[in-house]
């Protein structure tokens, strides 16, 4: 059985979260269609919260922690990536444009992505194609067609959580068949040959060379 691996953000700010309620699901599902393509799957699980502090230094030093910079890898070199924010004032939350700020343009070219938000009411839903699904279109990701919205009733009402599970499953098989049609990643990408970039205090006393 050949393996994938598939990482997973939640930016939800309270614990527990419905935010991460919905990662844990959404992960549940496409590991379970992974299975039934004969793939196993490697799960890393990141909660934005825990990296707050260190995502703060980095905006401001340019430089990410031990442990940030161990997050960041492990997003970049996933097969597949589950991300899941909070919707507030129409948007995702700050803390997740956050981790996403941090990353390098490109850093998630053609990797399979499926998204996901979380919101009072479903009069947010929306927030998924015109804030969510541009941003990761920036990073050059491959979302996968289905989004996944879950407001407050749809955890509560029988009948909204029924249609919640549905669209659940459904986007778990589009993930699923993203990842198994690329070939697994053996580890971090090889150099491409660019020099190497140059700190900007070295530049400013003039010792570029």
Known sequence: ??????????????????????????????????????????????????????????????????????????????????????IFNGSYSGLFKTFVDVLEVGALRGTPVLLGATGGSARHSLALDHALRPLFAYLHAAVVSTGVFAATDDWGDPQEASRLARRIDRAGQELAEAMALRPARGGPEPADGLDEVVPFSRLLAGDAD
């Open 1 to 86: 059985m050949s393996e994938r691996r598939l990482a997973v953000i939640s930016a939800g700010l309270s614990q527990p979260s419905s935010t991460r309620l919905l990662a844990d699901r959404l992960t549940a599902a496409a590991v379970a269609a992974l299975g039934e393509r004969g793939i196993s799957a490697s799960v890393t699980v990141m909660e934005a919260r825990d990296h707050a502090r260190d995502l703060v230094d980095h905006l401001l030093t340019g430089f990410p922690g031990p442990r940030l910079s161990a997050a960041i890898d492990t997003m970049t070199h996933a097969d597949g990536l589950i991300a899941v924010s909070p």
